[in-house]
């Protein structure tokens, strides 16, 4: 590890068996002799509480902390996270290691940090359905809606008559004949998140009192995943870290869409979109990657081999979009346990493995670039809006079987980072004054206050391009009872006169004025639009809709809005969707070719620009002014060129 330059390690996060081996019996010998040896290497110790992995000797004594599944079984221990976040036992015993580890590790040279639990949004069933949730639901709800009269009221619980004269007979969502209380069900997907972001805060509170001088983190995959609100893991912890698989991401989707042939810039966006989410969290702010695929990855299939160069491009990618660090998973290959499959930086027989030479040369880039690189800002002009609520109450009642608010985000990420300009992932109360233009897909549940800071963006000047289902719901999960769009019929300039799910039969729109061009396909969904005050940019061609309204852009105030009524698919959506970013002014720092991502990071009057060729052909790139290579020192002027999976990371000269 010396030998590769690695300034820190993460350790641990699994080892509750070892460093517990009976209830209340400490042994940390093995783990300080780790942390020293470390230490003497100048290697630093982020260390993880080991939560995710309760040992035999705690669920055979308790097995009521194992998790109970969305048909109401319960799982079994053998695995990892087949925990209940609301169990008492499994809580108070999760926050005895942790604070043992903290005593014992608070003054220890070379331990500079934690990680709590691991991968908390992972796992086979993301929600727990047991007796412990259902009291802490009805205790939660107690506090949310103070009482009866008012959750009744509030949820419509006279539907099937489903009036509660006590909390305690409010059900969890598990099967019961027939689709639950939406209302009552988007509350139980916002509990199950508190409970694990209380998990989480347990320990952060004993970390903070022992550990006063150590960062916490703890370690996520972001999305495509929706299980626990993010804003709020993170809210009080140090700073986001993420964990990094592009392969494995690669091999899941290959297995989801039983394809062959993914469209080349599939992975590249949906690592872009995963680092912009993890940089937005807290922020925006520089984040660390905990985990970085090094190698096949893979627990029952391996993902594919990494090619020559792709370690080296995902570690730059990272760095790219924000990220102040980035740490490889994992460093030896198991011979034993679920992930023998997982390679790391030495093969099964401790040679090393294809991308070792590669990471180290990575390592010596990295160092020589500089804190100030890793430490720095990243401007973004463009937002790009991710909403829980709207995520979950869709889950709930897609509308239709195949709208996924998830697939939204990610098709609307994709087309809006192909036009290569800074895009911030907000949410529902973030502050907009800074973008010039908010990208907002399927913003299907719609609060009075979000409503308000829209409204405010676009009298200022802003841009603000969403599309189908606007303000549907209320937050409280009411379907409004106001024309739709309900809270921004005004600003929109338009009233949807009717929403349309497609099934059978095929509906089109074609394009005018800014939009002129080939005409779209639409996909699952058309509201149809009545403009009061809104510009037409785009009509239906088929049935008994052609002719009516598909895209409006009203002016409000010093700004525009544009509700697209369509489910714009692939070519269209993207086309139309840069169009609104060059109404917004939003200017690209270089132009590049398809394959080629750009970003920019800033510090003070500094720029960082990255070229990362995603494509396994080489790539030239025309510049308009003199730039020096950081990496390699090199001069460039009039063209830069990258080789397969190459990198460049250049400043101006
Ligand atoms: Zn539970």
Redesign the pocket.
């Known amino acids: 590890m010396a030998e590769v330059g690695f300034t820190n390690v993460r350790i641990a996060e699994f080892a509750w068996a070892l460093m517990e081996p009976a209830e209340g019996k400490f042994d940390f010998d093995w783990l300080r002799r780790a942390v020293e040896r470390l230490h003497k290497h100048q290697i630093s110790v982020i260390l993880g509480t080991p939560s995710a992995a309760p040992p035999p000797w705690l669920t055979a004594r308790y097995p009521d902390i194992v998790?109970?599944n969305a048909q109401g079984q319960r799982l079994h221990p053998g695995g990892r996270r087949f925990t209940?976040?609301?169990?008492a036992t499994y809580r108070r015993l999760s926050l005895a290691i942790a604070t043992e580890m903290a005593r014992s590790f608070a003054q220890a040279p070379g331990v500079i940090g934690w990680q709590i639990d691991n991968e908390l949004t992972l796992g086979s069933s993301p929600r727990?359905?047991?007796?412990?949730?259902?009291a802490?639901f009805q205790a939660w709800l107690r506090t949310k809606y103070k009482s009866l009269e008012n959750l009744n009221q509030i949820l419509g619980t006279v539907f099937w008559s489903q009036t509660y004269t006590d909390f305690s007979q409010i059900p969890v969502p598990l099967p019961s004949g027939g689709d639950p209380n939406p209302g009552l069900a988007l509350d139980y997907d916002r509990y199950q998140s508190f409970?694990n972001t209380s998990v989480v805060d347990d320990q952060l509170g004993v970390l903070r009192k022992l550990c006063s001088s150590h960062f916490v983190t703890t370690n996520n995959v972001g999305l495509p995943l929706d299980t626990i609100d993010l804003r709020s893991l993170y809210e009080k912890l140090d700073f986001v870290s993420f964990d990094n698989y592009p392969g494995f991401f690669e091999m899941l989707i290959h297995q989801g869409s039983k394809s062959r042939n993914l469209p080349p810039e599939t992975i590249p966006t949906a690592v872009g979109l995963g680092h912009d989410f993890a940089r937005s969290i807290k922020g925006p702010k520089p984040f660390l990657i905990m985990e970085e695929q090094v190698g096949k990855a893979g627990q029952s299939s391996f993902s594919p081999q990494p090619e020559k160069g792709k370690v080296r491009l995902w570690t730059y990618q990272a760095i790219a979009h924000g990220a102040m660090g980035v740490n490889y998973f994992r460093w030896d290959t198991a011979t034993f346990g679920a992930e023998e499959y997982w390679h790391g930086m030495l093969n099964h027989d401790r040679s090393k493995s294809p991308a070792f030479d590669e990471i180290k040369q990575t390592v010596k880039e990295l160092k020589a670039l500089g804190s100030e690189l890793l430490n720095s800002q990243y401007p973004a002009h463009t937002a790009l809006m991710f909403d829980y609520d709207c995520g979950w109450a869709l889950k709930i009642q897609p509308g239709h079987y195949a709208l996924s608010y998830v697939e939204q985000v990610t098709s609307w990420y994709g087309a809006i980072s192909a036009s290569r300009t800074g895009i911030d992932i907000v949410g529902p109360v973030d502050d907009l004054s800074g973008y010039q233009v908010v990208f907002a897909p399927v913003v299907y549940v719609l609060s009075e206050s979000q409503a308000d800071r829209i409204k405010k963006f676009v009298s200022n000047g802003g841009v603000f391009v969403t599309n189908f289902r606007l303000g549907a719901k209320t937050e409280n999960s009411q379907m409004v009872r106001t024309p739709l769009p309900g809270l921004l019929r005004e600003v929109m300039g338009v009233t949807v006169e009717d929403y349309v799910p497609i099934y059978s039969g095929a509906q089109g729109v074609k394009f005018s004025s800014v939009l002129s061009g080939a005409d779209g396909e639409c996909g699952m969904w058309a509201d149809i639009l009545a403009p009061s005050t809104a510009e037409v940019l785009g009509t239906y061609t088929a049935g008994q809709n052609a002719g009516r309204a598909a895209v409006t852009m009203n002016s409000f105030g010093k700004g525009k809005a544009v509700y697209i009524g369509a489910d714009l698919t692939g070519a269209s959506l993207s086309r139309v969707l840069q169009a609104f970013s060059a109404v917004a002014k939003v200017q690209r720092p270089l132009e590049v070719p398809p394959g080629v991502e750009l970003t920019v990071r800033r510090s003070n009057a500094k720029d960082w620009i990255f070229l990362l060729n995603h494509t396994a052909e080489a790539q030239t790139i025309t510049i308009s002014k003199a730039f020096t290579d950081l990496v390699t020192g090199e001069r460039q002027s009039e063209k830069v060129q990258l080789g397969a999976y190459g990198v460049r990371v250049l400043q101006a000269s």
Not at 84 to 87: D, E
């Open positions: 998790e109970v209940c976040p609301t169990n727990c359905y047991c007796d412990f949730c259902k802490g409970a």
